[in-house]
């Protein structure tokens, strides 16, 4: 069969490693793509919700499967624009639906889904800019940190934490009066803020039965002791050491079980992959949001652990039959550290050349904000590059990424020096 891959990122990539992997793949097409998944599959320079270029992409290379790595296509209602054209509708898309997808387009949205099935989450409540002033009163009655989030996508930076009243305040004013975020900032959510260590879950759905993949924990924070400005995510761990099978326990119990249950009640049609962020505050997981697909760069630690073929599962996804598949997980750690440009994630320069990818042994690449020009790779992006070691201990994995990235050079390559240092 011959397979799209929506998207340009690591999480992509790693995408296009794991499905070229497998005997189902004939072709395997990548939009837009970049320099490490131009060595494995075609790129195709079309945006990922130029949803008529994609049409004529899919008719035109008899493509049977689309998956879609980044959230705004989905939030958009690419799955639906397929769903209702005659010509496409054969066409399996992983990826929920558009009411589905608001799960992750509006914070809002989330948070009742969260409260009407009862899945532990931090208190909220949320507020537009014509009652501002009681988002004020709500901060009084907060202890400090205060959590703000603007309702909708803001590319992982929406999400601001304030230890100060008076820096809180300001900062609702900024996102709702001043149009901090734009149209995503419209409505912010003011949430309790949870004090314990966090991790990401993952789950594939055919919208009935679900799977639940390896767990992984990222680290957001540019600076080293997890400090300084939101990014992407520098750096992924998987799996995540104090995550005990009692714990998972209580992860799928409380917390998986009623979500794939929620669709069904709510009638909101998913097949794809779940990500669950969540929080571990004393023993328990408590979920501080929804995305709609997998994680970046999570998914880099993810899928080089798993063992089965994953056309197979998408398949089984797409034909509500994932019931049939068991999950075979190496029982290896993975882990990831992430080489940023100089000045991410405020503004950097891209065009660098990036050197010594050739020398790399015993790690795999995975490139994200990088592009090939005039037969060199060079940054394109923020997070350029993601470099994926195996070990029997996450330890000797992160060893062995430090040891590679030595190894590879471009002008103001910047990455943490401490992935794992928390655990």
Same mark, same amino acid.
């Given at each position: 069969?011959?397979?799209?891959?929506?998207?340009?990122?690591?999480?992509?990539?790693?995408?296009?490693?794991?499905?070229?992997?497998?005997?189902?793949? &004939?072709? $395997?097409?990548?939009?837009?793509?970049?320099?490490?998944?131009? =060595?494995?599959?075609?790129?195709?320079?079309?945006?990922?919700?130029?949803?008529?270029?994609?049409?004529?992409?899919?008719?035109?290379?008899?493509?049977?499967?689309?998956?879609?790595?980044?959230?705004? *296509?989905?939030?958009?209602?690419?799955?639906?624009?397929?769903?209702?054209?005659?010509?496409?509708?054969?066409?399996?898309?992983?990826?929920?639906?558009?009411?589905?997808?608001t799960l992750e387009g509006s914070k809002e949205f989330a948070k009742e889904f969260l409260y009407r099935h009862n899945i532990p989450t931090a208190a909220y409540e949320s507020f537009t800019k014509d009652n501002v002033e009681a988002g004020y009163a709500f901060l009084e009655t907060l202890k400090p940190p205060y959590v703000l989030k603007a309702d909708g996508l803001a590319a992982g930076k929406g999400v601001v934490i304030l230890n100060s009243l008076e820096e809180a305040k300001a900062e609702l004013k900024s996102m709702l009066v001043d149009a901090k975020f734009g149209q995503a900032s419209t409505k912010v959510v003011i949430e309790e803020f949870?004090?314990?260590?966090?991790?990401?879950?993952?789950?594939?759905? &055919?919208?009935?039965?679900?799977?639940?993949?390896?767990?992984?924990? &990222?680290?957001?924070?540019?600076?080293?002791?997890?400090?300084?400005?939101?990014?992407?995510?520098?750096?992924?761990?998987?799996?995540?050491?104090?995550?005990?099978?009692?714990?998972?326990?209580?992860?799928? =119990?409380?917390?998986?079980? *009623?979500?794939?249950?929620?669709?069904?009640?709510?009638? $909101?049609?998913?097949?794809?992959?779940?990500?669950?962020?969540?929080?571990?505050?004393?023993?328990?997981?408590?979920?501080?949001?929804?995305?709609?697909?997998?994680?970046?760069?999570?998914?880099?630690?993810?899928? *080089?652990?798993?063992?089965? &073929?994953?056309?197979?599962?998408?398949?089984?996804?797409?034909?509500?039959?994932?019931?049939?598949?068991?999950?075979?997980?190496? =029982?290896?750690?993975?882990?990831?550290?992430?080489?940023?440009?100089?000045?991410?994630?405020?503004?950097?320069?891209?065009?660098?050349?990036?050197?010594?990818?050739?020398?790399?042994?015993?790690?795999?690449?995975?490139?994200?904000?990088?592009?090939?020009?005039?037969?060199?790779?060079?940054?394109?992006?923020?997070?350029?590059?993601?470099?994926?070691?195996?070990?029997?201990?996450?330890? =000797?994995?992160?060893?062995?990424?430090?040891?590679?990235?030595?190894?590879?050079?471009?002008?103001?390559?910047?990455?943490?020096?401490?992935?794992?240092?928390?655990?």
């Amino acid at each position: 069969m011959n397979i799209l891959i929506l998207g340009s990122g690591g999480r992509e990539h790693t995408f296009a490693w794991k499905i070229a992997q497998s005997p189902l793949c &004939d072709n $395997l097409f990548v939009a837009p793509g970049n320099s490490g998944t131009a =060595e494995i599959a075609t790129n195709v320079n079309i945006g990922v919700t130029d949803f008529g270029a994609i049409k004529e992409l899919v008719l035109d290379k008899d493509i049977t499967m689309v998956v879609v790595g980044p959230e705004d *296509p989905l939030v958009l209602g690419v799955h639906d624009f397929f769903l209702n054209d005659e010509a496409l509708k054969h066409v399996a898309v992983i990826g929920p639906q558009k009411e589905a997808a608001t799960l992750e387009g509006s914070k809002e949205f989330a948070k009742e889904f969260l409260y009407r099935h009862n899945i532990p989450t931090a208190a909220y409540e949320s507020f537009t800019k014509d009652n501002v002033e009681a988002g004020y009163a709500f901060l009084e009655t907060l202890k400090p940190p205060y959590v703000l989030k603007a309702d909708g996508l803001a590319a992982g930076k929406g999400v601001v934490i304030l230890n100060s009243l008076e820096e809180a305040k300001a900062e609702l004013k900024s996102m709702l009066v001043d149009a901090k975020f734009g149209q995503a900032s419209t409505k912010v959510v003011i949430e309790e803020f949870l004090d314990g260590i966090e991790l990401s879950c993952f789950v594939l759905t &055919d919208g009935e039965n679900y799977k639940i993949l390896p767990t992984a924990k &990222d680290y957001k924070r540019i600076g080293e002791g997890d400090t300084g400005l939101n990014t992407g995510g520098m750096g992924a761990v998987s799996p995540v050491p104090f995550a005990t099978d009692e714990f998972l326990n209580k992860i799928e =119990e409380r917390i998986v079980k *009623p979500t794939i249950n929620g669709f069904k009640k709510d009638n $909101l049609p998913y097949v794809g992959f779940v990500f669950i962020g969540l929080i571990k505050v004393g023993g328990d997981p408590k979920v501080i949001e929804y995305n709609v697909r997998m994680g970046d760069p999570e998914t880099e630690v993810v899928l *080089p652990r798993l063992k089965n &073929d994953l056309v197979e599962i998408l398949q089984t996804m797409a034909n509500g039959t994932l019931n049939t598949i068991n999950i075979d997980i190496d =029982e290896r750690a993975a882990t990831t550290i992430m080489l940023v440009s100089g000045g991410y994630p405020e503004a950097y320069q891209k065009g660098k050349e990036i050197t010594g990818v050739q020398s790399v042994e015993d790690s795999i690449l995975f490139h994200a904000g990088a592009q090939l020009q005039e037969g060199k790779i060079v940054t394109s992006g923020g997070r350029v590059m993601a470099v994926t070691s195996y070990g029997k201990s996450y330890q =000797e994995a992160i060893k062995k990424s430090y040891q590679n990235i030595e190894k590879l050079h471009f002008d103001t390559m910047y990455y943490r020096k401490d992935i794992g240092f928390d655990l």
